[in-house]
């Protein structure tokens, strides 16, 4: 993941969002640490599709800030491990939840086969280009039957504009040819639920707020803020939508 506009949104204001937190309060550490356009209702379908349980063995890869693996460990009692190659991310995670962090990427998870209880990836697969590889790792990795819960910008047909730098979109038919080629069998998709509490977003706003009063003249900021200007646009056009996935682990 080289792009410059990657390394800015991912790296450089993932260790901005942790400072704010740290200077605002621990109750804002969540909100603004789920990166992925995830709320608690995409959360919750997850968690509850996955069947996840108190001392099951999470595994977050691309766990960004660490907000999704820190959510479910506080309101499922899983054990979350996270799996992300930005180092700034990693730190990020580490010090605001103290959760056990692996600076790796997707497509090769220093863990041994058949390991995890289940593997959460979310608002990961549309920054990967060999999206076979990522899925095959986490087919090792997992349990056999074990579950698989995804959040994915998918495309919903022809592009008309730019394409947020280094994002590769599959579309519905695409994801489930990906999936069916890593021995996942897919259950469950539907558009992520659109509505978040207002004592969500206020609160991860504030801490964007934070970051932007002291880092906005900065051309990392001015980047990240770039990708989701395009993001904003390529939603409104519904060229894209977030789509959330539950698939099972099948025997290859
Ligand atoms: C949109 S963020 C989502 C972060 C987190 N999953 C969340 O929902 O808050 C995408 C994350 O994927 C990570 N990522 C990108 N390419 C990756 C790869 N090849 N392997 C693992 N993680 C990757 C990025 O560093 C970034 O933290």
């Not at 001392?55 to 054990?79: I, K």
Request: aromatic share 6%.
């Amino acid at each position: 993941m080289n792009a410059p506009a990657m390394v800015a949104e991912f790296d450089d204001v993932a260790g901005w969002t942790a400072d704010a937190v740290e200077r605002l309060g621990e109750r804002y550490a969540i909100p603004a640490a789920c990166r992925g356009s995830a709320s608690p209702a995409a959360l919750a379908w997850l968690a509850e599709a996955c069947e996840l349980a108190a001392g099951d063995l999470l595994l977050d890869v691309g766990a960004g800030v660490g907000g999704p693996a820190a959510w479910a460990a506080s309101r499922f009692g899983v054990r979350p491990v996270l799996v992300e190659p930005m180092p700034s991310a990693c730190r990020a995670a580490s010090r605001l939840f103290g959760l056990p962090v692996v600076r790796a990427e997707g497509t090769r998870i220093p863990l041994r086969d058949r390991s995890a209880d289940a593997v959460w990836c979310l608002g990961v697969l549309c920054t990967v280009r060999d999206k076979a590889a990522m899925l095959r790792e986490f087919h090792r990795v997992l349990k056999p039957g074990a579950s698989l819960g995804l959040l994915v910008i998918v495309a919903r047909g022809s592009w008309v504009g730019p394409v947020p730098e280094g994002n590769h979109f599959p579309t519905r038919r695409e994801l489930a040819a990906l999936l069916d080629g890593a021995g996942f069998d897919l259950v469950e998709q539907v558009e992520a639920p659109s509505g978040v509490p207002l004592s969500w977003s206020r609160r991860s706003a504030r801490v964007a707020a934070a970051v932007a009063a002291r880092h906005s003249a900065e051309p990392a900021h001015r980047m990240a803020e770039g990708q989701g200007d395009i993001f904003g646009r390529l939603f409104a056009s519904r060229q894209i939508a977030t789509h959330l996935v539950h698939a099972a682990w099948r025997a290859k």
